[in-house]
């Protein structure tokens, strides 16, 4: 009778235990895969070699239609890139938030070192953002090039429209738009102080002294660009998954076994089985180029 007892303690105690790390039931809550059959997983790469630009947006927008077609759980957006065009950014980052809003396809940026200028707008705009410990994310104020090559910072009307852009997709799945607005804009004081991330009107304001000082985030003239602890800690990234060796890569075309990923090896992302990546990567940005 006791057995039977402890059986059944257990048994009530289990989905408690399952769920008892937030993330996990966040992660379960949005991402539903097939637990007996295949699972094919979208995935598509910014690399540092391929700056965003409009045939970036039309490799995402037709790689989106054909994650469709395979009814994939979720997409795996692996970013490594310093940037590229605004215009075109802020239309990737429209249909990133779409699949997921309306299409139910949730978005897993993957961060592999840089996620930097429109790379960071990139990351705000999917549901969930892993990191390695390694990654940076931010440095996104938007500039122009002038005569004679020379880069220079865009007007203010342009930081005002694109700090509204990355403070919507911050808010849009439930970040902190002040740290997204302080990626943009070099003006911008954050500091955390009593728990709270808080923006000040000036460096005098800022607490030095007593039990609680603040604890700065950003100082004004110096654009956000945090580090992977930082990012952690800040809530910006979700979970970080440590460098670690993954299996030999075999040669599948387009079909990708899931376990050459380095996302893989995120407890929750680990147990998904038969999964495979649709790479859409394959010559497509060159074709638009």
Known sequence: MQMIKTCL???????????????????????????EGANPIGYLKLSKDNPIQ?????????????????????????????GGEVFAALKISQELKKLDSQDGIPVVAFIDNWALSAGALMAYSCRFIGITPDASMGAA???????????????????SALRAEFANAARFFGRDPL???AMVDKD????????????????????????????????????????????????VADFEVPYQPLDA????????????????????????????LIDYQSSKISFFS
Not at 10 to 34: A, G, Q, R, T, V
Not at 54 to 82: C, G
Not at 188 to 216: A, M, Y
Request: hydrophobic share 40%; glycine share 4%; net charge negative.
């Open 141 to 159: 104020e938007p500039v122009l090039m002038a005569e004679q090559g020379k880069m220079e910072t865009a007007s203010e009307k342009v930081n």
């Open 179 to 181: 740290i997204a607005e």
């Open 9 to 35: 303690l257990l048994f009530f105690l289990l989905p408690l235990m399952l769920f008892s790390d937030p993330l996990e039931k966040k992660l379960s809550d949005h991402i539903i895969y097939n637990k």
């Open 249 to 276: 890569a075999t040669n599948t075309g387009s079909m990708i076994p899931f376990s050459e990923c380095l996302l893989s090896k995120q407890p929750f992302f680990h147990q998904i089985p038969d999964a495979y």
């Open 54 to 82: 409009e045939s970036t947006y039309l490799y995402v927008k037709f790689a989106i239609e054909e994650f469709k077609k395979y009814k994939v759980p979720f997409v795996v957006f692996d970013i490594d890139s310093p």
């Open 188 to 235: 911008i004081i954050l500091v955390i102080r009593s728990g709270q991330v808080c923006r000040l009107e000036s460096e005098t304001d800022i607490i030095t002294t007593g039990k609680n000082p603040d604890k700065i985030i950003s100082r004004k003239g110096k654009l956000l660009t945090l580090d992977a602890m930082q990012l952690m800690n800040l809530g």
